[in-house]
């Protein structure tokens, strides 16, 4: 029996999928190289966003043809809103909420229960020997009226410090290079069990500590923090270790105090600004980037102009900007209407893509004639070429035909840029780790 996953939206997703795949081979499923020749389908939903829950719809649809020509069983799991969990019930074989993830094997009845008890307990097949994605901590207690966080994954939970550094443990000693800690609100870890866990910082530095260690160089990223919960403490931690990577996701969402107040994310421009100046002043190399919403209900031209404003003045290295789109049952669609047009939040996206790309440039420029350490990810399209990433996550290209550099560290020197990808000229390997040598 052949297992396919098809994990939609954020990091987080994908981490569940890894786990989702331990329960599966675990009771003997082996993967599928595509949907078309597995035996059971699942999907990681997102809930968060209307075009990924659209995706959704029109993949069940094509999968529930192709059960007129052949046997498959079809499930979805993933952050799932009670309405879009209702929808689902008639369209899947199998929903399945997180936390029955355990129970698969019993849901469907080809092998006896599954050997653990709860989701993180399970043990993720990853996708790649050198990367990795460990959950910190899952749910929201932030209740952005945006967003559908709180109602499909609950509130914020922390997992057992033992636990991560164990795992974290596991994997550096597997040779994994590249680690990521994740959370919904990653800086907001130990806040539900004060005096009982680790606070955020403190985490961050024991990770630290064991990374660097290791007798191979290894990254360590995390994702993402919330501007509210953002302290010295956490990016002198950062900038103490050499092995915590200097790079820093810090969500805007809106460059206007009333938009920010709307979306009830509890801190002003001015404040945002103070944290990133903050993190810079500490590291002064960081990498940056943000998440950014454009056309949330009601936003005007003048209050859009000033996250223009904000952008410019961040001069950030990377955005996620996002139309925004009605979520049933969160707060936002019971309180305020979704008035600017579709065109009107396309407009946008590409006037503030625009001035990114400005400060993105003359970001990448500053590093033309470095040399640079960096982890390969794969073959480019083009021909000849590797594609790896830098410490803060950006694609560096480089000529090379020698494909067994994927999952390893290069020095490479930059020689050209554009706003969006480095490159640049492979030197030597880099895997040992600096600091040990």
């Known amino acids: 029996m052949k297992y396919f996953l098809l994990p939609l939206g954020c990091a987080t997703n994908k981490a569940d999928a ?5 329960v599966l081979s675990s009771v003997g499923y082996t993967t599928a190289n595509s949907e078309e020749e597995a035996d059971l389908i699942g999907v990681i939903a997102c809930s968060i966003r209307q075009s990924a ?16 020509n052949r046997t498959v069983t079809t499930f979805v799991s993933g952050c799932m809103l009670a309405a879009d969990q209702k929808k689902f019930l008639k369209l899947f074989d199998l929903v399945v909420p997180l936390d029955k993830v355990p129970e698969m094997p019993h849901m469907l009845k080809e092998y006896g229960t599954s050997p653990v008890e709860h989701f993180w307990d399970i043990t993720p097949k990853r996708q790649h020997q050198y990367k990795a994605l460990v959950p910190i901590q899952n749910g929201c207690d932030k209740f952005c009226t945006y967003c559908a966080v709180p109602y499909t994954r ?22 994994v290079r590249q680690i990521t800690l994740l959370g919904q609100n990653v800086n907001s870890y130990g806040l539900d069990k004060k005096g009982e866990e680790l606070s955020f910082a403190q985490l961050l530095d024991a990770v630290g500590t ?8 290894v990254w360590i990223h995390y994702t993402s923090p919330h501007p509210r919960d953002m302290t010295r403490e956490v990016l002198e931690v950062q900038a103490k270790h050499p092995s915590l990577a200097h790079y820093l996701n810090l969500p805007l969402q809106s460059g206007n105090n009333d938009v920010l107040k709307k979306m009830n994310r509890r801190y002003t421009v001015e404040h ?5 100046d903050l993190a810079r002043e500490i590291i002064p190399d960081m990498t940056v980037s943000t998440d950014i919403i454009v056309g949330f209900c009601d936003e005007t031209e003048e209050q859009f102009t ?59 420029q500053q590093l033309v004639g470095k040399t640079i350490p960096a982890l390969v990810e794969t073959a480019s399209r083009k021909d000849g070429k590797l594609l790896a990433r ?16 994927i999952g390893h560290f290069v020095l490479v020197r930059v020689e050209s840029c ?3 990808r480095l490159s640049g000229t492979y030197l030597s390997a880099a895997d040992e780790n600096p600091i040990r040598a």
């Open 418 to 420: 554009d706003a969006w």
């Open 18 to 22: 890894e786990r989702i795949a331990g």
């Open 53 to 68: 829950i659209d995706r959704v719809y029109g993949k069940v649809h094509q999968w529930n043809q192709w059960k007129k």
């Open 272 to 276: 945002y600004m103070t944290i990133l």
């Open 154 to 175: 609950g509130r914020e939970v922390s997992r057992s410090s033992k636990d991560i550094l164990k795992e974290v443990e596991s994997l550096i000693q597997s040779g």
């Open 390 to 405: 830098t410490e803060g996550l950006k694609s560096i290209e480089f000529a090379s035909t020698d494909e067994s550099l």
């Open 306 to 364: 000033d996250t223009c404003r904000a952008v410019e003045r961040a001069h950030y290295d990377i955005a996620f900007i996002a139309q925004y789109s009605v979520r049933p049952g969160v707060v936002a669609e019971k309180r305020f209407a979704d008035t600017v047009a579709k065109d009107e939040k396309k407009r946008r996206h590409t006037v503030l893509t625009d001035i990114l790309k400005i400060g993105a440039l003359n970001n990448n």
């Open 210 to 217: 064991m990374a660097d260690k290791a007798p191979h160089r």
